[in-house]
């Protein structure tokens, strides 16, 4: 359906030649300042027609808040918003469309519905993510106002050229520059912002690799071809305890959340698939104190542990595959199967990944949102237990309160324990 | 939550040392054979000890239907299944559990809910699992019936030892080569069943490779130590229209299904990671008729377009990290933050990749079960409506019945089309 | 939350002084007719300002259609409406806003939220059941257009000037009376229509009833009071199999969506709170063949059984308090618990009830639509089960195929039959 | 489906004879003492065979606690239970059962799923509450502990027996009467308890009227016929500001969890249907300050407004019809529409509501309980905003801080407020 998220539940609505597109935002906390201007700067991020690279329309995407404020504070109740289209009056293409363009949705979306907005993909329209970045936009200031939660998101690659972030175990004896690079890499996502971000309009913080890039989508335009990429997302700041067990883990809901992005094709959080190859000695994150509270020394957990976050930061990396519409002659065949050729005239993107970025970021907020709202009801919950409740210590773990007991001191200094039998 | 899906909805419970785990499934269809026996097997395959890779638990897990069916058959009810646990009393760690296994659940658990069960991870228990591979004999048994539906998953790598299935895009010259090791791989995942995924221990069909995989897995094990890897599944012969636009595209839904799976680092469908260089002319699936339908003639999508199935074998990968727990003695610190070096003494998984087979399977059951009943509401509620509606027909695309009118004939025999500016 | 149903499931946003109210509706039937000129009429029902009874605002509320259509048909996708209010810029109270008003939402918004609009209730506000109107417009449609479901409600009661629907069990001599009476009432039930409805202003169909009840309303706008009252509802050609045990029973769905409506205090189905007295042997209703299939001869069940409709007309009854806003001089207190005198100057509605009916139908439609989608999905599951499935007799009941035997024919020529042990 | 609540998800399985019936209580706060003892008391009071009122079968009804506690305590993931059945193999009723009971849901349940269990009615049966109940367990004892929540449900009326609760406004003349007795009312539900309720076997506190209820119950039972009846209910200490506008008002949940009870047939919450004909002026519940906050002086809102609990007693009241199973011979039709006629030979209830009392008190608990962790989380979201954002005053409220200005003080000292304009 086209709802997302229990707690902070969006539901869009919207195709490309409809009057408007947009969203309603259910369960925002009550008594906090928003206007259009909180809103607006990703949309605007989001839109087309911001450089040569991505398709030439002119969109406006003007947001207009219909509800669920008064003053410029949030009430708690819904809020809606829309942005209008600016061409809602579909072309009639008569007797013409008997191809289904070959990767694209129009085929499915007959096959779904037994029949489909003139425009083919209906919902699988760009446009449709329009509301998504509306809804994350109310996420975003509560997080930042509530934990300085951070969102970045960069393009990793387009095509062949790439930041190379994370990369599979080599032989041992590399191993020390091998997690050098891994630790530069973390080092990263420490620090970038989106000002660093949009420095330039592939919006990938490395100039020297965005210029390749930019050539290599310029490559692909020229020869009326499309090429994909991939984006890397990090999430700063996100509190320990979010995610639900078991079929709402974070990295679930992340996955969910990203893979319905259009034009998406993989999603890795930590060491991804780069981790499949790492012995579980390298791989395990040892814990450390860090600022008064237990930290991990590496990150290749990405953040979340058994589908819990653990409060370092979240990061994950998301594949999309070259635009399904392009200007060269393909061979292939109309609904009825009769075989043809078809070539697109008209402007089309060949490359959504510089626009893709602030997608990426919404989808983050909401997920995130969410979990935190899920999680501030139990916390809230267990608060109003009464204090003198005796529970056994262990089922209490009393972080900043146990003693080290019961280890046994091998004759070589390590200490050792029996684990439980899992 | 321990929900999952919302047509046919699976909620599971337990942890490892209570008395049962187990699972309600709802909205089961009515009036279909089903008995304990259509359940075992895949439980069977999902058990420990069962070869001397994986851990020498010997758990029974017998399951036991509770209710929703009747001599043998559906009542549409309800189906209440749970399997007991054998070791229901947790050892008493006294004061030991002070340090959180890094990169365990331990520490997350703490974190979320400020109390844990004595096994530390709670939920995060491979017994969890058991409850939704019960409930996918329900949905398994059902495809089967219906649409001959058949999922079959197994081990592609482990460690650096690969069937290395979907490669990046190389040099031009090289496309026909390369795009035959996809043809041949798309024709492997045609054919692949459970009996040959089941002929050796690791479950890798390829019997040279398994046997490399075997190898590794034995020196983790031999050193303490443990490694990942990743499954490959295949879905066939699921119909064309299942996914529902925009949040809950069937990818977005799998990949959350097998992002929930413990210690899943990784999704990706189709070309995935490797579609992110493949060049838009040579990643779009032409259309092409196959026994009277539309089929493609390439299969870079992994049958989805749009979030939609497109009747193609669906087909996606999943990276599973090594196992936290291990022998070996690492550096880690107290929940206090006080340094100190932890070793597990106990049984452990040294890789977790041939029991996760069937449960990969599991979760693709329930995807394409609840994405199945949804679309049959859909569809029945269209059917309904009268036949003499005079819907204009560019939003019927009338499969079937079109003629190819409204191009325009090249000088060069091309056909060119101008598509709807999307 | 602010949405309703499952499968047809409704979102809707809006206050009073903000720029908008409306809705969103996903899960509609693709291929279905519909323009505004299918959701205006019920609009225009609501619509405050028809007659001197209900408050002279005259609010246009004209409803635009903003996605999910084109050419007039339904593409499956989500269809936003919305509805401007006329006046968006709430008035300045200043320091007035100390008083709650008695009865009224202002105390419990503010202790919900911590936060309030300025009209005080925020979406207690009668303007937000705009959005349920207009969704249920879509949902009347395809009941229409697939079932002829047909849904009528009236006034049935405005103070004490009653049409005296329902009444309990008297004594056994006069059971031949009252029960003439039940049938009387279960015939207007079965041939009402909204024409007869809206022939006077109260929407009693009684016009000798409805004009003592207009006095009643007068009597209580010139004492600067309010009045309350009850609704029936009547919904016909629901066919059988609705509503979903256990939970989701059909009256629990009613019930719900009723007393959602603003002022409804109570909800009864069938025989109702009179049903309480009256013995098993009179109430139970007996089956007949009817038109080919069997039905109900008494209908005190109200359409409905173990929650499932029964094929039945479905009726029940809603109780409206006083509208809370009264002009009269009211002893009550401060937020902060100061005694004083409050009287509202302004505008305000002596009673709800004759606006209120197109709402009430307005929910009947979403709360059938959403279970026949439901039960839909069901069917169309088990349809596609393969034919030859042995399925045991005594599981099948086997409308129209079943012999009557095992029965014991008594000395008196009753039929006994040794009912299962419930 | 057999799921309620969001924050506090009850899922049930279970018919009258498969193995056992049960829940999975989902959400429940972790760290809270839990065991079998805490659930077990609420089932006994709901066990058949109580006394001689109630069907004589001694079902044991043991509740086991399967997973989601140790040591006593709550983990905070999903609590298991079940209850076996004593009688799990259907008698074989073979060709007998052609006599769909009237009124009872042997018919519908085969119209929904075409398939039904041997004894008809399926999910309809009470033991399918013995799920309910137990999931209540956990939430009352959340309730208790946390706001001293206090829910007391007792018999009201049993056929034309009745303590005569609620009653409509009568002459103006006799308005001071009229008002004592529903003072009187608010008064017996401040304080009534389950030990004054349990002190007679019908469960009403009335000795005197218990004795005729009694006698009223055993009348139907010796003329081998039913009696239906109404039970009310108190929940006291519910902390205002429970209930979510629009859809999901406390009212709204209220009505939906009770009517689906099986047998019920209306609800009322507060003057309910006596409210339709109390004018505005002495309907409306004047604010008082009490205990140091704000109160109302009367409650016929039955302390809900706007949906939203405002911190008085909530109290409603639930019709429940006649059982539908009796011993007398009934005029009927076989499922193939032959006439004759139908005696039910065996056990059952000639009245459910004694047993129905802790199945009312068990609804209310789910209902509260997930309402005040949905509350949990807004209010734990509002807290974490920064303390420094400068809300308007307006929509402040500021309960505590406000001083009275802005009225107008008239000539005869009433102070007139301009009201908002709705």
Chains 1, 2, 3, 4 share one sequence.
Request: charge should be neutral; hydrophobic fraction near 35%.
């Amino acid at each position: 359906m086209s709802s997302f998220g229990s707690n902070f539940r969006v539901t869009t609505f919207g195709e490309s030649h409809c009057k408007a597109v947009g969203v309603i935002v259910d369960g925002v906390p009550p008594g906090m300042p928003l206007t259009e201007d909180d809103v607006q700067p990703q949309l605007s991020r989001r839109r087309p027609g911001q450089s040569n690279l991505t398709t030439p329309r002119d969109e406006k995407d003007r947001v207009s808040i219909l509800s669920g404020t008064e003053k410029g504070f949030t009430l708690g109740t819904p809020i809606a918003m829309t942005v209008p289209n600016q061409d809602q009056r579909p072309h009639d293409y008569g007797e013409m469309d008997y191809y289904p363009r070959p990767s694209h949705a129009d085929f499915t979306y007959l096959a779904k519905y037994g029949i489909k907005a003139s425009s083919g993909g209906g919902r699988s329209s760009a446009r449709e993510t329009i509301g998504r970045v509306a809804a994350a936009g109310v996420a975003e200031k509560f997080l930042k106002l509530t934990h300085n939660v951070e969102i970045v998101a960069f393009v990793a690659s387009i095509g062949h050229v790439t930041m190379e972030p994370m990369s599979g175990y080599g032989k041992p004896e590399e191993e020390a520059e091998w997690l050098a690079r891994w630790e530069k890499w973390w080092g990263t996502l420490k620090t970038i912002s989106r000002e660093q971000v949009d420095a330039n309009e592939v919006r990938c913080p490395d100039a020297e690799i965005s210029q390749r890039m930019r050539e290599r989508i310029i490559a692909a335009k020229e020869a009326n071809d499309s090429i994909g990429g991939s984006i890397v997302c990090v999430i700063r700041n996100v509190p320990a305890g979010l995610g639900e067990p078991c079929f709402d883990k974070l990295e679930a809901k992340l996955a969910h959340a990203m893979m319905s992005i259009p034009a998406t094709k993989g999603f890795e959080i930590g060491s991804g698939f780069a981790g499949t190859d790492i012995p579980g000695h390298v791989h395990n994150d040892p814990f450390v104190l860090r600022g008064g509270k237990l930290g991990t020394k590496t990150n290749f957990s990405g953040g979340v542990q058994g589908g819990i976050s653990n409060g370092e930061n979240i990061y994950f990396k998301i594949a999309f595959k070259p635009p399904a519409t392009i200007g060269q002659a393909q061979a292939t065949a109309t609904y009825d199967g009769v075989s043809g050729t078809l070539a697109a005239k008209g402007r089309h993107d060949p490359c959504v990944l510089p626009r893709a970025v602030p997608i990426v970021e919404a989808m983050s907020a909401l997920v995130i949102m969410d979990a935190l709202l899920q999680q501030l009801g139990r916390q809230g919950a267990s608060t109003l237990l009464p204090a003198d409740l005796e529970i056994p210590p262990v089922l209490k773990g009393e972080l900043g309160k146990s003693k080290v007991v019961g280890q046994v001191k091998e004759a070589d200094g390590t200490h050792t324990v029996q684990l439980p039998k899992a």
